[in-house]
C-alpha cells in the first residue's frame, strides 16, 4: 500500500514542503549542503542569508570533540573543537535552515533534473548540492585488494550492480551504508553476503528487518585476501577458509565524498573532488568544500571553501533554478 502525505514542515521560519512516501520523507530544497563540520556550516551561513531555501544533512564532524584549535583565527585563548562547532551551529540553526541529522547513503542524479539524496528516513531532492562531507573514509586492509580493483572489486552498487546480475557477491562493511548497498544490490542478484570484518553490524533494525527478508546473511568473520585468475573469485577469511564469490562491494564505514563522487559522475583526484577557484566540480549545480577537496586540511581553509561554495551555489540556484 502506498502511504502518502503532503505537508509543511517549518523550519526556523521557512516552510519547506514535505511529502511521505511509504515512511519516507520527502524534502524539496534549493540547496542542500552534506556535511555539518567548518565547510558545511560556512557554506549554510552564507545560503541561508542569500534567502536560498537551505537543508544540511549530516552527522556530528570528527572535530567536535574535546580537541584544543590554538591556530583558527579569532580564538587567542584557544578554543575546543566542539565549542567551535556548537557556535557554528547556533549561527546557522537562527538562520531559516533546515538540518537532517542522518547519514547519506546515496547521491544520485535526480530524474527530472537536479539531484536526490537519501539517507534513512528522507529523500532530499535539490538543485543544487554542496559536498562538504571531510576527508574519505579508509580501505578495509585487504591483502590484494587494489590488484582485483574493476576486475571483481567495485566501490559503487550504482555504477556497477548491473554487471552482477544473478551473480554470488560480497559486500564488505558494518554500517548503514554498506546493508544500504546491499539492499541496492537486490535488483540485479539475490545472491548477496555481508563482511563486517569482524566489527558489530551498526545497522538500523529497519534495514536488519530488509536484509533478513531478502535472506542476505550478514557475517561477523574478517577478509585478509582476494584471489582469482585476472579476476576475484574467492575471499579467504582470518581462520583460513575461503568462499567463493563473483564480486566484492567495499562498503566500508560512512559513505564518503569518493563514494558521491563515484555514483554522481564527479572528476577525482585520488579521493579528492576536483574543484576549480570558485568551489565547481565537473557537473554544474554540485559544489565542493573543506577537506574532501585536498589541499591544505585546515578549519581555515574548510570555512573559506565553504564560503565561496556558496556563492557559486547561490549563483546557481538564481539563474537556473528560479
Ligand atoms: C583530532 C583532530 C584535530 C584537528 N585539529 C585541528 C586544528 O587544531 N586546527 C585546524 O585548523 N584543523 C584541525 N583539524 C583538521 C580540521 O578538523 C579539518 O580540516 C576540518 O574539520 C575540515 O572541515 P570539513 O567541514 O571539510 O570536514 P569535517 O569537519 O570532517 O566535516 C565533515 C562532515 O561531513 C559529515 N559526513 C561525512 N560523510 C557523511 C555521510 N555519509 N552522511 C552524513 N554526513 C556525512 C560528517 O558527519 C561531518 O559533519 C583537526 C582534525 C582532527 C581530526
Do not use: W
Not at 73 to 88: A, N, V, Y
Not at 156 to 161: F, I, N, Q, R
Not at 169 to 186: C, D, K, M, R, T
Not at 311 to 321: D, E, F, L, P
Amino acid at each position: 500500500m502506498l502511504l502518502l502525505g503532503f505537508y509543511q514542515l517549518l523550519f526556523h521560519g521557512r516552510i519547506f514542503n514535505s511529502t511521505t512516501i511509504q515512511g519516507l520523507n520527502m524534502i524539496d530544497t534549493e540547496t542542500a549542503i552534506i556535511g555539518m563540520g567548518p565547510a558545511g556550516l560556512s557554506a549554510a551561513l552564507y545560503t541561508a542569508r542569500a534567502g536560498i531555501k537551505t537543508t544540511v544533512i549530516g552527522c556530528s564532524p570528527k572535530i567536535a570533540g574535546d580537541y584544543t584549535i590554538d591556530n583558527y583565527f579569532g580564538f587567542p585563548g584557544s578554543i575546543t573543537g566542539r565549542e567551535l562547532i556548537e557556535k557554528g551551529m547556533e549561527q546557522v540553526k537562527a538562520l531559516q535552515t533546515m538540518f537532517v541529522d542522518e547519514r547519506v547513503l546515496t547521491v544520485h542524479h535526480g530524474e527530472n533534473g537536479g539531484y536526490e539524496i537519501k539517507t534513512e528516513n528522507q529523500v532530499i531532492k535539490t538543485c543544487s548540492l554542496i559536498l562538504a562531507t571531510g576527508v574519505s573514509r579508509t580501505k578495509p586492509k585487504i591483502s590484494s585488494l587494489e590488484n582485483f580493483e574493476g576486475k571483481g572489486v567495485s566501490y559503487c552498487v550504482s555504477c556497477d550492480g548491473f554487471f552482477y546480475r544473478n551473480r554470488k557477491v560480497i559486500v564488505i562493511g558494518e554500517s548503514l551504508f554498506a546493508a544500504n548497498q546491499a539492499v541496492e544490490l537486490l535488483q540485479f542478484t539475490r545472491n548477496i553476503s555481508i563482511y563486517t570484518q569482524g566489527k558489530e553490524p551498526d545497522i538500523s533494525q529497519s534495514f536488519l528487518e530488509k536484509l533478513q527478508e531478502a535472506g542476505v546473511p550478514i557475517i561477523k568473520k574478517k577478509i585478509t585476501s582476494l584471489e582469482g585468475d585476472g579476476v576475484v573469485n574467492n575471499v579467504k577469511l582470518d581462520d583460513g577458509s575461503s568462499v567463493e564469490t563473483e564480486g566484492v562491494f567495499i562498503a566500508f564505514g560512512e559513505a564518503s565524498a569518493a563514494d558521491f563522487a563515484l555514483s554522481l559522475g564527479l572528476a577525482t583526484s585520488g579521493s579528492f573532488i576536483t574543484i576549480d577557484r570558485d568551489q565547481k566540480t565537473s557537473i554544474p549545480g554540485i559544489f565542493a568544500a573543506g577537506d574532501c577537496t585536498g589541499g591544505f586540511l585546515q578549519i581555515a581553509v574548510a570555512v573559506g571553501e565553504g564560503a565561496t561554495a556558496a556563492k557559486s551555489a547561490i549563483q546557481h540556484v538564481r539563474n537556473i533554478c528560479r
